[in-house]
């Protein structure tokens, strides 16, 4: 059993760094192209500190009425495992292009999440796929990353 309170520390402490980080880069962008990374970044950060606090409400509340929540480390390890693969997801599609990641990031969960229903999980995340790529490649013509294996 792992108290899962700490971890949900670390993370909240990893993504507040993270958003002020960003949110210095993102102070370089030209004109206004740098409002909806601010904006999403002071909202990913402002979270970040009420999940930290969050974490204290035992403290602030004697203890007695809300219980350390206590799990199994496969059960309380799972969302952060996803988180993890989604950042190492963003990172790789650097290297080896949109699709392909995409693919792999689909694959990786399949198993980290340990999905029953294997039908439905492709198909849902082929039409989430296509959907993006449709949003922004198509309408909004943003550039997917497109490099290759060899």
């Known amino acids: 059993m792992v ?3 700490w971890i949900d520390r670390a993370i909240a402490v ?8 960003l949110y210095r880069i993102a102070d370089d962008f030209p004109d206004t192209a740098s ?6 970044l002071a909202v990913i950060g402002g979270l970040s500190v009420i999940l930290f606090a969050k974490t204290f409400r035992t403290v602030f509340a004697g203890g007695s009425d809300i219980p350390e ?10 969302p952060y ?6 950042i190492l997801y963003v990172a790789s599609m ?13 694959v990786l969960l399949l198993f980290v999440l340990e999905v029953a229903n294997r039908r439905v ?10 959907f993006v790529y449709g949003l922004f490649a198509e309408l909004l013509n943003v550039p ?4 290759h294996f060899f």
């Not at 080896?96 to 689909?106: E, K, M, Q």
């Open 35 to 40: 409002i909806f990374p601010h904006l999403t």
């Open 81 to 86: 495992c996803v988180f993890f693969c989604c």
């Open 121 to 130: 999980y492709l198909l849902t995340f082929g039409v989430v796929v296509l």
């Open 14 to 21: 990893v993504l507040v760094a993270a958003a002020v980080w």
């Open 94 to 106: 650097r290297f080896i292009g949109f699709f392909p990641a995409t693919v792999g990031l689909g």
């Open 144 to 147: 997917l990353t497109q490099k």
């Open 69 to 78: 929540r206590r799990e199994p480390w496969r059960t309380a390890l799972r």
């Open 3 to 5: 108290a899962v309170v």
